[in-house]
């Protein structure tokens, strides 16, 4: 089974708009803890639970149980979306008489904890977890914690019990986000080595500082460190669990309050406060502008493969690129499926296979086999039946649905039909084949053209934009409405490609606050641009967001 | 009065939880490094994977007994009254009482503590829990018992494995006269005639039964019939049953080892000024904590804060004279 990785991302960015919806019709709420954990719960409903919303308390479910309970919108929305209660019903949170509570409670059926009070849920878990071991249940419970309530005694004496009774059948996440109510934990009460200059950033960036997985692997606990927002990771710490026995796991998962809007991240203003209306649809603008960075594996050494793997993961890199080249479909030929079943041991970040050959449905299963995360295939070489049926295994087998045109393709009329379940569309800007080729200008009004096909068709995937894509024109493409880029020689050709990623999402970074300037402009003119602006409090953001909005004429 | 046949409360419990437990698997029984003490350790002897020490973490004992609770179980959670309701009152309200699965109250719990009230003796009054039942009994969807003899112990811990929902139920550390026959029956909201009287009505509970019945014992001698009642369902209380006493006998001395405030004697006095109000004395702790007392000496502990059978037959003459 592949990681699923594009509908789990599809499926966390609705829940991360109905924690805005719902929180905004409510007036207050909880939206920073609930994006800080929106990976782990994405990955938990779409990929791991075992639950039946018709049936919510079916005996042999897994427990999800909040101990953050405040992150209850967070909560709520992945449920609305795994389809427990209309996504609508998010409308009614903290209203009289909803079942949706401020803090997550048993009316709403599927609800396995009333969370409100920290420092239960990890008490309450061992309970379950040990009901289920007194009835030899096979269901496992899947509980979040939060930093902030680890200052709670109460999650210590349950970190010992469940250690006593050797509950394997529990998995626990600490959303280590850094923020509770008053300020940073660590200014609160630290669960790391103690801060003790004024450099908040140290928090995150020191590794050596970081003792909370010492703490919990001293209470007898299998320790997992992860980043919390990555979803590989998320899935690979909860495969790891569940092959652990004889002891409870912890999944340390770094995380970022507020991660997806660049003014609540890492703001702790946003622990509790709901956004305002006249920014939400700017708010929901930036949600739909995510971006992922995908180098591709062949501007590299092709004779060490394996060491352009580790460079794409100290690199940091969202997903990897394999360009698949037959040397007829394309002039060139790279590797086949056993080459990429040798690279896929060596990390968890997904295998975004681009399969650049003929009559890709006779290999499909090859390249399901060995182990990629999203397949594309291309127009020039499939027809309806032919796709039909790609886009049916890769599906069965939770694997992305990618299809590609070259730059001389227009999208078929017989792909419309699939463009509403397909999770990504490569739109070629350079002639597959060869590498080191010029980004083909014509591609952007091809994107303009496509976006209205796209749009008309329901497409809810991501463009790929791959071929040529460097620094100077990636703030142009990503307009354009691509949202994952495929970096050759402008990435992998680079001496640090850890540099040369983070240079491109800072570009991609300045295209887009200018996309939300533009947005909040006409929504509102220089007031809210203004206001816009004001809510980036921290770092830098402020001050390179002005100089966007005074260069585009918006502010004075 | 004869002399009282003593039994011990704690082994009376255990010894149903075992029984029970054979019948019942769905029983299981937590603790708190109290175990010994609370003789609960024998049902871990006879029911290994249905028994859990959780160590010196009461507000962890709460709600690990919530979590099992809300997966089938029926649990039995055990400790010190000062350490329950005196200390993980957060965790009993919002991990016991609050949760409500559809269509029930609150989660299958009973908190069934030892040590109530001022007769712990030598432990003195940090150890002497004088608030519980005022504690209590505030929270929605708990029930209240302070049982009055080993009899009681047994057949309400039966009943609470029967009934669904959360219950506290206070026992004494020493041993308690027999008060009770064992044809007893105990209902949940229903208080006990023991004696019947005319004259006056002590409404009583726990260890203070036996003294009751005593005083009435007394006052008959001195010609005044005084009505016995064993209130040992404190919430729900029966207020059939009190406003009857009111009406027929005119007046109430309540007598329990909890602070006056809030406790049972509180719970009788809302009763009947809601009913039939008439004028009602409370004894109990008279909002003083307790103090060290060696078993021998408890007695004098418990004259200190005018709990005895001769005050209860003052305070009867007394009130008698209030009458409206």
Not at chain 2, 115 to 127: A, M
Not at chain 2, 175 to 184: A, N, R
Not at chain 2, 203 to 217: D, K, N, Q, W, Y
Not at chain 2, 248 to 261: Q, S
């Amino acid at each position: 089974m592949g990681l699923n990785y594009y509908q789990i991302k599809k499926n966390i960015l609705r829940s991360r708009k109905l924690v805005i919806l719902a929180t905004n019709t409510a007036g207050s709420g909880h939206p920073g803890g609930s994006f800080s954990m929106a990976e782990i719960l994405g990955c938990l409903f779409n990929k791991h639970l075992k639950f039946d919303p018709k049936n919510p308390q079916w005996e042999n479910r897994d427990r999800l149980v909040l101990s953050k309970g405040h992150a209850a919108p967070g909560l709520f929305s992945n449920m609305a979306v795994a389809g427990y209660f209309p996504e609508s019903e998010l409308e009614t949170l903290r209203k009289f008489g909803s079942k949706l509570q401020g803090h997550p409670d048993l009316k709403c059926p599927g609800v396995e904890f009333c969370g409100g009070s920290l420092g239960t849920g990890l008490s309450y878990s061992v309970g379950i977890a040990l009901a289920g071991k007194i009835d030899s249940k096979d269901y496992h419970v899947y509980t979040i914690i939060g930093d902030g309530e680890s200052d709670e005694g109460q999650i210590w004496e349950a970190a010992m019990t469940a250690s006593k009774y050797k509950v394997d059948n529990l998995t626990v996440f600490l959303d280590r986000n850094f923020i509770q109510q008053d300020s940073y934990t660590e200014r609160i009460m630290p669960l790391d080595e103690r801060l003790e200059g004024d450099d908040l950033s140290e928090m995150w960036k020191d590794a050596s500082r970081w003792k909370t997985g010492d703490k919990w692997r001293s209470f007898g606990w299998n320790v997992i460190e992860i980043d919390g927002h990555r979803v590989e990771q998320i899935d690979a710490a909860i495969k790891k669990a569940n092959r652990t026995k004889g002891v409870p796991t912890m999944i340390i998962s770094r995380t970022i309050k507020g991660k997806s809007l660049e003014h609540m991240e890492d703001n702790p203003q946003w622990h509790g406060k709901a956004p305002d209306s006249d920014v939400v649809p700017i708010i929901n603008l930036e949600l739909e502008s995510q971006f992922m960075i995908a180098p591709s594996i062949i501007a590299g050494d092709m004779t060490n493969l394996e060491n352009e793997i580790k460079r794409c993961v100290s690199g940091r890199s969202d997903y990897i690129h394999l360009d698949v080249m037959d040397g007829q479909f394309v002039p060139t030929k790279t590797f086949d499926h056993l080459k990429i079943k040798e690279l896929r041991p060596l990390t968890v970040i997904p295998f975004d296979t681009h399969l650049m050959i003929n009559n890709p449905e006779k290999h499909i299963q090859n390249y399901i086999d060995a182990g990629s995360d999203i397949v594309t295939v291309h127009a020039e070489v499939t027809d309806e039946s032919s796709f039909g049926e790609i886009h049916d295994v890769l599906k069965q087998n939770q694997i992305g649905v990618g299809f590609a045109i070259n730059p001389e393709t227009e999208l078929p009329e017989w792909s419309y039909k699939f463009l509403s379940s397909l999770d990504q569309l490569i739109v070629m800007s350079v002639v597959p084949g060869k590498s080191g080729q010029k980004y083909i200008e014509e591609t952007h009004s091809k994107m303009s053209r496509l976006n209205s096909i796209l749009k008309q068709h329901n497409f809810s995937g991501y463009i790929e934009a791959d071929g040529g894509v460097n620094l100077e024109n990636i703030g142009s493409v990503f307009a354009d409405g691509a949202r994952a880029f495929v970096g050759g020689g402008a990435i992998i050709g680079q001496q640090d490609v850890r540099i040369a990623i983070r240079e491109f999402r800072d570009e991609v970074l300045k295209s887009r606050r200018s996309i939300l300037l533009e947005k909040s402009n006409e929504l509102g003119g220089s007031d809210l641009v203004n206001k816009w602006i004001g809510l980036h409090v921290i770092g830098e953001k402020r001050e390179q967001i002005k100089k966007i909005a005074k260069e585009a004429g918006y502010i004075e | 009065m004869n002399d009282p046949i003593m039994t011990d409360m704690r082994s009376e419990y255990t010894k149903t939880l075992i029984q029970v437990g054979k019948d019942n698997p769905n029983v299981v029984v937590l603790g708190a490094d109290t175990t010994d003490s609370l003789k609960t350790s024998s049902f871990g002897k006879e029911f290994p994977n249905r028994f859990f020490n959780v160590g010196i973490a009461e507000a962890n004992l709460v709600t690990v007994s919530a979590g099992l609770a809300v997966s089938g179980k029926i649990s039995f959670a055990s400790t010190y009254a000062i350490f329950l309701p005196g200390r993980a009152v957060d965790q009993i309200r919002n991990n016991i009482a609050y949760p409500s699965p559809l269509g029930k109250k609150g989660l299958n719990v009973k908190l069934v503590v030892s040590h109530g009230g001022l007769s712990v003796g030598p432990d003195g009054g940090s150890h002497q829990q004088i608030e519980d039942i005022a504690i209590m009994r505030v929270i929605p969807n708990f029930r209240v018992f302070i049982p009055a003899d080993t009899i009681a112990v047994s057949k309400l811990t039966r009943l609470m494995v029967n009934e669904y929902g959360p219950f506290y139920m206070r026992m004494a550390r020493s041993k308690t006269p027999l008060v009770h026959s064992e044809s007893q029956e105990f209902q949940i909201g229903k208080g006990i005639t023991l004696r019947d009287g005319s004259d006056c009505t002590i409404a009583s509970c726990g260890i203070t039964v036996r003294m009751a019945l005593e005083a009435a014992e007394l006052l008959q001698k001195e010609g005044i019939s005084c009505r016995v009642l064993d209130m040992f369902s404190i919430k729900p209380i029966d207020h059939d049953l009190l406003e009857k006493a009111a009406r027929e006998t005119g007046c109430i001395v309540t007598t329990e080892e909890h602070n006056i405030l809030g406790g049972m004697g509180s719970a009788v006095t809302e009763s009947v000024s809601e009913s039939y109000p008439v004028p009602i004395k409370r004894i109990g702790a008279q909002d003083m904590f307790g103090e060290s007392a060696r078993d021998k000496e408890v007695p004098l502990l418990l004259e200190k804060h005018g709990i005895t059978s001769f005050n209860m037959v003052k305070q009867v003459k007394e009130i008698r004279n209030k009458k409206l």
